[in-house]
């Protein structure tokens, strides 16, 4: 018999691999262009052109045994430098190799803070909608993740005064994904501000750090001139986690890092442990190859103008077929309202060919994520399904 943690966790299963792997069924039934799979958020762009470079580069010219060895198991002391170093360049910090921990991408170093932060019954508050591994990531250490319901009314933007309801004084942290996924938001600085205001009173209420980890694998990724505010800058005992998943297209290369600023409370300590928490959860160290290639790539960034495409074209075609939107800020995600329930509507589209995550999986009912890190050409191809999906709902009429 498995773990009774891990029943629970394959009874849930995910929404979003189950619709991928939906589709993978659907393309081989129907032919892959016939179906609209906008279920998972694997971008399509490619890389840059010196992501490919640089991986021939230096995989014909580094030292085998440099290149294929253990190191610390922080990553390479000089690509950790230039990270803190362009970071310093691109948001006024001072940080240095001592603040930075190369991780597997942002959910490894999520789970290596989160192993380092939490003890059993330890609560972390996220603002609905959220990721939905999130709530896995804080049960791996028998944290408690508590869910503050969705500010429907304000444009989604996290609502400072639902944040002073929710903290209690078992609350560890808070877990911020800015760009928002799903539904593509940017929390604005002003609402950031609102927020450690809050943090801030109920440390000294409750006499222990509250931490504000930020997730933040789309960063880059954001349109028409908006800021994703650097948050450490905003509130001192924040923690952030990276990945170069979306920024450079790698998603499958599981290469990101953390931060841990120096004037956190306890910021050595934290460190340390993440460091080891990184050995002990079995990462060991980042991948030595992809330390390497980031570390020549920190001023490459993937193709935003053709996300930005995609994203005005499907938001006036969903628009136009009558669906309602938020009009998406950053990273590569609508998220629309649906007419009804949100999972009747997700089966009702397949029936279209149309694959989309339930907002009930991101606990937020009432609401789809639509991923249009798709082809354009897709996006078009697509938008006749939505409209007959549209039709059945009574939201527009089509002509025969």
Known sequence: MISAKMVKMTEGGSAIRAMFEEGARMAAQFGRENVY?????????PAPER??????RIAAET?????HGYMSNAGYPEVRAKVAASLNRRFGTDFDEN????????????????KTLL?????????????????????????????????IAGSFQPDPEALRAAVTPKTKALLLNNPNNPTGVIYTKASIRALAAVLEEKQA???????????????????????????????????????????????????GYVVV?????????????????NRILGFVNAPSLQQKLVAECLDERTDVAAYDRN?????????????????????????????????????????????????????CPGYVRIAYCVSHDMILRSLPAFRALAAEYGLILISN
Request: aromatic share 12%; glycine share 8%.
């Open 205 to 255: 209420e409750y006499g222990h750090p509250i931490y504000l980890i930020s997730d933040e694998p789309y960063r880059e990724l954001a349109y028409d001139g908006k800021e994703v505010p650097w948050l450490t800058k905003l509130y001192r005992n924040t923690l952030v986690g990276y990945s170069w998943s979306k920024s450079l297209s790698l998603p499958g290369e599981r290469i």
């Open 119 to 151: 003890d059993p019954g330890d609560e972390v508050l996220v603002f609905a909608p959220y990721f939905l591994e999130y709530g896995n990531y804080v049960a791996n250490f028998d944290g408690v993740l508590k869910a503050i319901p969705a500010n």
């Open 99 to 114: 603040n930075i921990l190369m991780t597997v991408g942002a959910a490894g170093g999520l789970n290596v803070l989160l």
């Open 37 to 45: 799979d906008f279920s998972l958020g694997n971008p399509n762009i």
């Open 311 to 363: 994203r005005k074209a499907l938001y006036e075609g969903l628009t136009d077929a009558g669906f309602t939107c938020v009009y998406p800020d950053g990273a590569f995600y609508m998220w629309m309202k649906t007419p009804g329930d949100d999972r009747e509507f997700s089966d009702r589209a397949k029936k279209h060919n149309i694959l989309v995550v339930p907002g009930t999986s991101f606990a």
């Open 51 to 56: 992501v490919r470079e640089s991986i021939l």
């Open 261 to 277: 600023p120096s004037q956190c409370d306890d910021a050595k300590l934290i460190f340390d442990a993440a460091v080891i928490a």
């Open 63 to 67: 030292d085998p045994m440099e290149l």
